[in-house]
């Protein structure tokens, strides 16, 4: 038994993970009722994922900060530039496929339980106050904007302590992160729950109403994964980006698109950028912030669905209310995550740009909830994925000796 636990422990995660997709699908179709029971394993993956991410987070920043050395150089505003330029961008994709495939809805009157944010100020304002959260309260609530402005000031605090006290801090980084591995070595059992119980829950029979307009946000997704990000990291590093790309879809996305939680994705990434030989100064602080405001899938989404109800309603749109459009989605985007609904419900806020009645737009939010199987799970597989390819696309361009095939190399 020893043996072949091991076996299982050294074996390639990725394959592990495909092998666990193909068993939740069989065991959906031939035995919808075991896989709804199997779901539970799911449940507990994403939970445990969930509860060690805000712990995570916290410890690596404060002790990486606090054991920082004078003048070190961390790339956070190349790497802060690099989120907001993609983020603008996925936008900009998502207002020109709307325009070459326009996509109307049939909109019916819907609960959807939600409330929207009232206007980019509320959406800032609420930012700002989960900024000065209650340390306890944002480690519970897996606020990571509040972590994040705890954990760094601590660690700038830390750095005047003793070297004793800086030890600590790295041994109990170093003690979390190891319950981390531990955790994502049950991704095969727990995808394998999600898949199983999502297939035989829902299926994709409710999906074909809409189905060209998961087709716009899965290609305008697609574009975004895999020419405009390569380009941003080619005009970043000068070398092929293809190789980091796909490592990074690969150890990121695939885990994202089924646990469906930037949040709960960081562990995961955070041990990608390990593998990728990146500096965890950087790394450390990019990653939870990048789950917090590197939203281009969330610009996506909201450009789409807000063009969705647009052409549905007949409203012509001129080229300079389009652009203001991304601009106002990649804002909001960014704000996504201190919104309860995340991405969906900033869609109002978009569609009030157009006139658009808020009882229509809330109508396009159940749409969106209706498709959230799949626009959700893509959706946070390019967030997450995109959060280490330009963490990555900085660390390898500030460093004469890396590049992206030898980092690639030691991720594999």
Known sequence: MMD????????????????????????????????????????????????????????????????QKKGANTNMRSIIALYLVGTFMAALVAVVMSFLSP??????????????????????????????????????SGN???????????GFFFQHAGETTKTVLTDVSDGVSM????VIRFAPLGIFGLVANTVATTGFKALAGY?????????????????????????????NPYPLVFACLKGSGITAFFTRSSAANI??????????DLHEDTYS?????????????????????????????????????????????????????????????????????????????MQVVAAGF???????SAETALNSSTDVLFTAAADIAASPEKTVESSTTAAV
Do not use: Y
């Open 4 to 67: 072949i636990i091991k076996k299982i422990a050294s074996g390639s995660l990725v394959l592990q993970i495909v092998l666990g997709i193909c068993a939740g699908v069989l065991v959906a179709m031939f035995a919808p009722d075991a896989a709804k029971s199997v779901n539970v394993f799911g449940q507990l993956f994403v939970k445990a994922l969930k509860a060690v991410a805000p712990i995570l987070v916290f410890v690596i920043v404060a002790s990486s900060i606090a054991n």
């Open 211 to 239: 189905s060209h307009l998961i087709m716009v946000l899965l290609v305008s997704m697609v574009i975004i994964a895999l020419i405009v990000n390569p380009a941003i990291v080619w005009f970043k590093t000068r070398q």
């Open 103 to 140: 996509t109307t809805l049939t909109l019916v009157a819907t609960e959807t339980g939600a409330t929207p944010p009232s206007g980019i100020g509320e959406v800032l304002n609420t930012l700002l106050f989960k900024i000065v959260d209650n340390p306890i309260n944002a480690l519970g």
């Open 285 to 361: 602080v990019s990653i939870p912030l990048g789950a917090t405001v590197n939203m281009g899938g969330a610009a996506i989404t909201i450009t789409v669905m807000t063009l969705a109800a647009v052409h549905t309603l007949g409203i012509q749109v001129d080229l300079a209310t389009a652009l203001l459009l991304s601009l106002i989605a990649s804002i909001s985007a960014c704000g996504a995550s201190g919104v309860a609904g995340g991405s969906l419900l900033l869609i109002p806020l978009a569609c009030s740009l157009f006139g658009v009645p808020n009882d229509i737009s």
């Open 370 to 376: 209706i498709i959230g199987v799949i626009q959700d």
């Open 267 to 276: 562990p995961v990434n955070m041990e990608l950028c390990k593998r990728l």
């Open 179 to 182: 319950i981390v591995k531990l």
């Open 144 to 154: 990571f904007i509040g972590i994040l402005a705890w954990a760094i000031a601590l």
